[in-house]
C-alpha cells in the first residue's frame, strides 16, 4: 500500500534523546548505497562480490525559516561550527531511519516572484539505524 507523502518528517538533534522536527519541508531524499567489491577468482564463471563499506547522503529541501532555531538553525550551526547533528526520517508517524551526520552543504536561493528556498544537505558519519 502506497503512503502519503505529507506523512514523512525529516528531524535533528544534538543528542540523539530529542529530535526537533526542520521546519518548511516540502522535499526529502535518502540515498543510500554500497561499495561492492570483487572477489572473482580465475576458475569462476560467474564474478563474486561482497559489500563493504555503506554510505548515506540526505537531502531537505523546503523553505527558509529563519525562526527554526531547532531545525534550519540547528543544521546551519552545526555547518558553521562543523558539528555532528542526529538526523531523523519517518516515512510516516514512527518508521524511517536516524544517523548520525555532517552538514555537507546548504543552498538559500531566492528570486523576484518567489519564495527564500533553502536546500540541506548531510552525509553519514557512521551506521544507520532502522526506526519503528
Known amino acids: 500500500m ?20 526542520v521546519g518548511e519541508i516540502n522535499n526529502l531524499a535518502m ?11 580465475f576458475t569462476d564463471n560467474y564474478r563474486g562480490r561482497i559489500q563493504a563499506l555503506k554510505d ?11 525562526a ?14 562543523d558539528t555532528t547533528l542526529y538526523v531523523k526520517v519517518l516515512v510516516d508517524a514512527s518508521n524511517g531511519w ?10 538559500i536561493n531566492t528570486t523576484a516572484d518567489g519564495a527564500v528556498e533553502a536546500s540541506f544537505e548531510f ?3 557512521g551506521d544507520v539505524t532502522a526506526v519503528s
Open 31 to 41: 540515498n543510500g548505497d554500497g561499495e561492492n567489491i570483487d572477489i572473482s577468482k
Open 68 to 81: 527554526d532555531t531547532t531545525g534550519q538553525i540547528a543544521a546551519r550551526l552545526a555547518w558553521l561550527n
Open 123 to 125: 552525509t553519514g558519519n
Open 56 to 66: 548515506i547522503n540526505y537531502t531537505a529541501d523546503g523553505f527558509w525559516n529563519k
Open 2 to 21: 502506497a503512503l502519503k507523502g505529507s506523512a514523512a518528517s525529516f528531524n535533528v538533534s544534538v543528542d540523539d534523546v530529542t529530535y526537533y522536527a
Open 98 to 107: 536516524k544517523q548520525l551526520v555532517k552538514v555537507l552543504s546548504i543552498t
